[in-house]
């Protein structure tokens, strides 16, 4: 059993790994095959403990050894979370090393208070494109996104990173594909954490598909072409969500880690308000995405109106976006819901509204503490949803018509969780 490495060293470790630091070569210990769930409990890379049977190399605090420019490439909403973790470790450490990000999906949101606080650069052109960022899910989506300008705007962030990069500079690809190709193309160190690729949407059941069957036969949910990418000499880390998904990879001879998972970060406790205890505590997670998350929040709430409960209801409803909330609060007064400042005062709401016995409170930045205080989930997302999960609360999904959280999505969620979902 490898010994447990400091927080403080893991991102030091993190840091040379992606610098040019090869690792130290030793035998690895057998895969654990446990539940995904296990893995999302982990304590999160660069944050937590290293994953057991990774054989790390000796440690030290030589500033000299990391790099002094540091680009973040994220490929995601969910990414751009998982990126922040990760870059704001960094900078706790290291607030020497410049840091920059380049968020390929959308307007990057997660970066505004780092950005404003002038510690954090972000570089590169952004647009809103109608599958938010999931044109791989269908070719309606694909081809959505190439007349809404995908081609013109891929091709601006990349020559946005052949000029920012240069040779002295690192870089850290979050993501798929797409943000290690840009990486690998850019000439520079790089180095890469895979999040949304894992071995339990095919290995754990109930299901079976042709799909289920190729991965089996690579051994794999990554894919050849991606598998050169992670084995090129300038790629110094490659990180993967879960140790299962690890031992795969490393079948194909790539070096991947699995040191614990970046979402879990920042989830602190939060005190439940004694006063909402006579209540029963529902998170409606509806996603992030325009205009897919405002349609799929009125059909989580036609089925929440089904429910009858003895006890008085509360829904949390965390948002990341002013016009969503706009959007619902109309919807919910259109319902009859009339506004309660009482209920906004007491949990942190953006705004509240009450109907009978049923509160509903919409927040922004909420997630980590309603999550916390909710009973149960009904979701239509993806990394918030996971979140959820991984703090041990069980979670509903309703499939809806997409671009994003469609029933293929949802079905490789529930693999993913174990059945959680």
């Not at 091709?155 to 500079?169: D, G, L, T």
């Not at 619902?328 to 953006?350: D, M, P, Q, T």
Request: aromatic share 10%.
């Amino acid at each position: 059993m490898p010994k447990r490495i400091r927080k403080r060293d893991l991102i030091i470790e993190f840091l040379q790994l992606i610098t040019g630091i090869g690792m130290k070569k030793g035998k690895k210990a057998a895969p654990r095959f446990e539940l995904g769930i296990k893995d999302l409990q982990s304590s999160a890379l660069p944050l937590g403990h290293a994953a057991l049977g990774d054989n790390l190399i000796p440690l030290s605090d030589r500033i000299s050894d990391i790099a002094k420019y540091l680009l973040v490439i994220s490929n995601g909403h969910g990414e751009d979370q998982i990126s922040l973790r990760v870059i704001e470790a960094i900078h706790k450490l290291y607030p020497e090393v410049v840091l920059a990000v380049l968020p390929l999906v959308g307007e990057g949101r997660a970066f505004a208070l780092a950005i404003e606080e002038g510690w954090l650069t972000r570089i590169g052109p952004s647009a809103q494109l109608p599958s938010g960022g999931f044109s791989n899910q269908s070719l309606r989506g694909f081809l959505a996104d190439i007349f809404a300008g995908l081609i013109g705007l891929s091709w601006k962030q990349w020559k946005c990173i052949q000029v920012s990069i240069k040779s002295e500079h690192a870089i850290l690809a979050v993501g798929d594909i797409w943000p290690l190709f840009l990486a690998w193309v850019s000439g520079s160190t790089f180095g890469f954490l895979g999040t949304p690729k894992s071995d339990y949407t095919w290995m754990s059941g109930p299901g079976s598909s042709w799909s289920d069957r190729f991965h089996r036969l690579k051994g794999t949910e990554w894919d050849p072409w991606e598998w050169a990418l992670m084995k090129s000499n300038r790629c110094q880390l490659v990180a993967v969500r879960d140790r299962l998904t690890a031992s795969g990879l490393r079948h194909r001879r790539v070096k991947a880690l699995a040191p614990g998972n970046p979402m879990m970060d920042g989830l602190r406790f939060h005190q439940y308000p004694l006063a909402l205890s006579n209540y029963r505590r529902l998170l409606l997670l509806c996603g992030s995405r325009m205009p897919e998350a405002e349609e799929n929040f009125k059909r989580l709430f036609k089925a929440v109106e089904k429910l009858d409960s003895r006890m008085p209801l509360i829904i949390f409803v965390p948002l990341s976006d002013k016009k969503l909330v706009s959007n619902l609060s109309s919807f919910l007064v259109s319902k009859n819901y009339r506004e309660s400042a009482f209920s906004s005062i007491n949990v942190g709401a953006r705004i509240s509204f009450i109907k009978n016995d049923v509160l509903i409170h919409l927040g922004l930045g909420k997630f980590a503490a309603w999550a916390q205080w909710a009973e149960v989930g009904l979701a239509t997302a993806g990394t918030a949803t996971e979140q959820f999960v991984g703090l041990g609360k069980p979670a509903l999904s309703l499939p809806g018509p997409g671009p994003q959280f469609k029933y293929s999505f949802a079905f490789r969620q529930s693999r993913l969780l174990g059945g959680a979902v």
